[in-house]
Structure formats: structure tokens, C-alpha cells
């Protein structure tokens, strides 16, 4: 039973290029939610996914950021046109049900931007 | 918004001996706190849990305790052994929501 899979692993991108990130939640789990992880730093939510719906984007920045969980593939976490501050971990967690406090997360992609 | 501060930041301890992460939450409501240990290059693990319900839970070397009154929360590793070594993240949560509030992680260290 493959757990959450992430990929890549990571991702190199120049200034002002775009960021595409997938995660494959586990068989049976519908919710999927996005992390980031600054240095140092712990974990915060970005946003919260159904299939084809989002929940929840409280934690998303308001530019740049965008979201989707198709009905067929994989979730998408995308950034477009980044910048050296968005070089982070991203992590992707799914869970079978809303509320479920059952989080699987994946490895995470770890993105820099030079 | 829920904050959680968590101490030490790092932490070195001599194989064998007892290692132990504090975190307090500002949030009264949060009810659900879950321990994670992240290894290098890995996601966060789920290594346990505890409700509001129990000041108390303990599985195998490991185990957590819950002081609502005060709104903090401790991890405890007795007999650390060198694979213990990893960052431990602590986070909070509210009933029914989804959001984790994640603490800044502690550095552990266990020296053979």
C-alpha cells in the first residue's frame, strides 16, 4: 500500500519561471492538504482539497498560488512566476475523511529558486 | 489564530539517557496533539497522539503529557537510542477541523 507520493522530489526553478507539484494521495484517502516549511521553521497550511473542489485556502498567498485536485491524477500545487522567497519544502498530506486527524504525509518536494 | 511555541530548539542528549520537548498553545478550544518526528530528507511521521480528554499517554520509550489548565504539552523519550535522533515537531488542533498548528520543531541529537 503506497503511501502519499510526492514528486519531485526536487525542483530547481529560475526567477520568474513556474513551479508545477504533484501529490498522489493514499489508495481510499480523498483530502488532500498542502504544507510548506520554511527553514527553520515548522510546518503551515496552505490549502485543503476535495476531489475537484477546495475547502480551504486560508493559507494559500493571494498571488501567484493556485490549487487543483482533478477528478482523474494527481493534486497540482502551482507557482507561478517565483520568486527566491517561495524556495521551500512543500508537503502534501491526505486523509480518508474531513476531520480525520489520520495525516499521512508524503516526502515533500523541496524547491529552490536561484 | 492558534500559535504554538515549542522548546528546546535543539537538544543533545547521551544515548540512553531521557529527552524531553515542551510546547504550549495559545488556542483554549484545541483539543487534538499530535508528535511528529521528521528524519532528514523525509515527511513528518506520526509518532503519537493525544486528546483533551487524557492528561496521559504513554507507547513504549515514548509518551505525552497534557496540562490543559496551563495550555502546554510534553513528549518524553526515555532510553534514547541513536535512531531517536531526528527533528520532533508538536502541533495543535481544534474538534472537527482539519488545520494543524505546528510548532518550530526541536533538533534531537542522541550521542552514542
Known amino acids: 500500500n503506497a503511501g502519499v507520493m510526492q514528486n519531485p522530489r526536487h525542483l530547481v526553478r529560475r526567477r520568474g519561471q513556474e513551479a508545477r507539484l504533484r501529490c498522489s494521495p493514499m489508495k481510499g484517502h480523498s483530502h488532500v492538504y498542502w504544507y510548506r516549511q520554511l527553514p527553520e521553521e515548522g510546518l503551515k497550511f496552505m490549502v485543503y482539497?476535495?476531489?475537484?473542489?477546495?475547502?480551504?485556502e486560508s493559507g494559500m498567498p493571494k498571488e501567484r498560488f493556485s490549487a487543483e485536485f482533478p477528478k482523474e491524477g494527481p493534486s497540482i500545487l502551482r507557482i507561478q512566476q517565483v520568486v527566491r522567497g517561495d524556495s521551500a519544502a512543500y508537503f502534501c498530506?491526505?486523509?480518508?475523511?474531513?476531520?480525520?486527524?489520520?495525516?499521512?504525509f508524503g516526502s515533500g518536494t523541496r524547491l529552490t529558486v536561484v | 489564530g492558534e500559535n504554538v511555541e515549542q522548546h528546546p530548539s535543539t537538544l543533545s542528549v547521551q544515548e540512553g539517557d531521557s529527552a524531553v520537548i515542551k510546547c504550549t498553545y495559545s488556542?483554549?478550544?484545541?483539543?487534538?496533539f499530535p508528535w511528529y518526528k521528521q528524519e532528514l530528507g523525509k515527511g513528518p511521521q506520526l509518532i503519537i497522539d493525544?486528546?483533551?480528554?487524557?492528561g496521559e499517554k504513554k507507547d513504549q520509550r515514548i509518551a505525552v503529557t497534557l496540562n490543559k489548565t496551563a495550555k502546554h504539552f510534553s513528549l518524553h523519550i526515555t532510553e534514547t537510542q541513536p535512531e531517536d535522533s531526528a527533528v520532533y515537531f508538536c502541533?495543535?488542533?481544534?474538534?472537527?477541523?482539519?488545520?494543524?498548528?505546528f510548532g518550530a520543531g526541536t533538533t534531537v541529537t542522541v550521542r552514542a
Open positions: 488556542d483554549s478550544a484545541s483539543n487534538y
Open positions: 498530506a491526505s486523509s480518508p475523511q474531513s476531520g480525520d486527524y489520520g495525516y499521512t
Open positions: 493525544i486528546r483533551s480528554n487524557v
Open positions: 482539497l476535495q476531489k475537484e473542489n477546495i475547502i480551504d
Open positions: 502541533a495543535a488542533s481544534k474538534v472537527n477541523d482539519y488545520k494543524l498548528s
